[in-house]
């Protein structure tokens, strides 16, 4: 085992704390990867205060994570020392099912192991995220990460940036498409770079009216707040596609009238309170809603290699990890172009 550290949470309520934990050696399929960069996603405040319930402590998050690695297992083929590498929002899954064959360990129908706030396949051992210095993961649920792209701007792709290209792609979004995406946080900014590179006309449907200007050099054609009034009024049945990528309780119906006849809502975000769905709202236009989750590790990394294809990145704030209690109450108020990034050498 190797001592490391990192920064946890004791409970629901209490603030982060240095925390000392180990990692286990790697064995033959693992690698050892020092971890650099971490993003933060809403994801890991939502289990921090133990929002969807079911939480365990103490908790380190982070699973939006690059860095480097320091040591291979003698069976590791497609990494060596040195070499850049990330992970994702898990670390491993039962391989046999028929998820894990079809490429969809997110699915995994018997144990998705998450990277954080999981147990490991012996169903005891708890997992910690990134929010820290060093983590070792089979090599087959570690992804390679392209040399050419800033690193700190890379480690969003993990979560935000396959949460959101895995759908695109599922429903092959592109040219013709009216595409809105509602809420223009982590996982929205990157909706709207993909959905642009795909060719689609893309909208931004915010709460805040400040981040027209941003969501325009993002790439988005229209913008509309909706808080304005009339917004829901004089934008009903104008989309084809809705992302909708809140965190936060809203009035699901209103913006499921924004789609045309036939049009798709798929639901990222995952407020801490269920949504009351009016039947209506889907049965008269013959309207559908769906969810998706991150994606497997084969759509990871052919989003990764898109990535370096297109030069797409997150756009990122860098902060040292006492910042990390400050961050959190910034991202709640909506308040950051569009995600934290932790650089773990301030750790
Ligand atoms: P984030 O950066 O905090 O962004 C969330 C955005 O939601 C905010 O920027 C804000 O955008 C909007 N919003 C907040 N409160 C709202 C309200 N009351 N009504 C309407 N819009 C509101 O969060 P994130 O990291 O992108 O994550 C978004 C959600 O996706 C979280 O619930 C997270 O847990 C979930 N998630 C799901 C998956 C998955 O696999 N499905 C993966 C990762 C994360 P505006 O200011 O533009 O309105
Ligand atoms: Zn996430």
Redesign the pocket.
């Known amino acids: 085992m190797t001592e490391t550290k990192g920064y946890a949470v004791q409970d629901s309520k209490s603030p982060f704390i240095p925390f000392s934990f180990e990692r286990r050696e790697p064995g033959d399929g693992d690698v050892e990867i020092e971890i650099l960069y971490c993003g933060v996603?809403?994801?890991d405040i939502?289990q921090a205060r133990d929002e969807w319930g079911g939480s365990i402590y103490p908790m380190i998050p982070g699973h939006e994570i690059v860095g480097k690695v320091k040591r291979i297992g003698h069976n590791v083929k497609r990494f060596k020392v040195g070499d850049l590498a990330g992970v994702g929002?898990f670390v491993d899954s039962c391989r046999t099912c028929s998820s894990c064959h079809d490429h969809l360990e997110q699915y995994c129908e018997k144990h998705m192991v998450g990277t954080y706030n999981s147990v490991e396949k012996d169903l005891k051992t708890p997992t910690y995220g990134g929010y820290s210095k060093l983590i070792v993961v089979d090599e087959k649920y570690t992804l390679r990460i392209p040399e050419s792209l800033p690193l700190s701007h890379v480690a969003p792709l993990l979560?935000?940036g396959i949460?959101t290209y895995s759908p695109l792609r599922y429903w092959k979004i592109g040219s013709g498409h009216d595409v809105a995406i509602?809420?223009?946080?982590?996982?929205?900014h990157m909706a709207v770079k993909f959905a642009v590179s795909m060719g689609a006309k893309v909208t931004?449907l915010?709460?805040?009216k400040q981040?027209e200007s941003a969501a325009k050099a993002l790439g988005a054609h229209h913008f509309i707040c909706?808080k304005e009034e009339n917004a829901f009024k004089e934008n009903a049945e104008k989309f084809d596609f809705i992302i909708n990528?809140?965190?936060?309780?809203?009035d699901t119906n209103a913006y499921l009238g924004l789609l045309k006849r036939e049009g798709v809502m798929v639901v990222?975000?995952?407020?801490d309170k269920p949504t009351a769905l009016n039947q209506a709202s889907l049965i008269m236009k013959r309207r559908k809603i769906a969810?998706?989750?991150?994606g497997g590790i084969k759509e990871t990394q052919e989003m990764l290699d898109y990535c370096e294809k297109h030069r797409i990145t997150s756009d990122v704030e860098v902060i040292s990890i006492d910042y990390i209690e400050k961050a959190y109450e910034r991202?709640?108020k909506?308040d950051?172009n569009?995600?934290f990034v932790i650089d773990l050498s301030t750790l």
């Open positions: 996603c809403h994801s939502h929002c979560c935000a949460t509602m809420g223009l946080g982590g996982l929205g931004v915010s709460t805040s981040k909706t990528a809140v965190s936060a309780p809203h990222l975000g995952v407020p969810g998706s989750l991150i991202m709640i909506g950051v569009y995600r």
